[in-house]
């Protein structure tokens, strides 16, 4: 059984900086590309951010490009998610998801295998 868990949320104010982590275990983490999903208050589910299984790709939705980067370390089985200069717009859920199969693009969520229970950001103005 996969089980991944987030990390790192909280309550910031606008500007300021958050890392999320990701910690995955009973898989083969090495070889599942990874994504970052949303949950904004009375909103659907919101792709965030995408790694292949080495790295060597990553992918952003147009309104965290530049602030947010996406970054794994297969040794740790861990990916993370560092978020700079957030904005009250970035207050969600945030969950990790597993891809086993490497299936790209990776905005969709129904790509992904296994996902994380979340953890809240809350940026205040």
């Known amino acids: 059984q996969v089980h991944l868990v987030e990390s790192g949320g909280g309550l910031v104010q606008v500007g300021a900086s958050l890392r999320l982590s990701c910690a995955v275990s009973?898989?083969?983490?090495?070889?599942?590309?990874m994504g970052w999903f949303r949950r904004a208050p009375g909103k659907e589910r919101e792709f965030v951010a995408a790694?292949?299984?080495?790295?060597?790709?990553?992918y952003y939705t147009d309104s965290v490009k530049g602030r947010f980067t996406i970054s794994r370390d297969n040794a740790k089985n861990a990916v993370y998610l560092q978020m700079n200069i957030l904005k009250p717009e970035d207050t969600a859920v945030y969950y990790c998801?597993?891809?086993?199969?490497?299936?790209?693009?990776?905005?969709?969520?129904?790509?992904?295998?296994?996902w994380g229970q979340g953890t809240q950001v809350t940026v205040s103005s």
């Open positions: 790694i292949v299984w080495n790295g060597g790709i990553t």
């Open positions: 998801a597993a891809d086993r199969a490497s299936r790209w693009p990776p905005r969709e969520a129904s790509i992904y295998d296994y």
């Open positions: 009973g898989g083969t983490f090495e070889r599942y590309n």
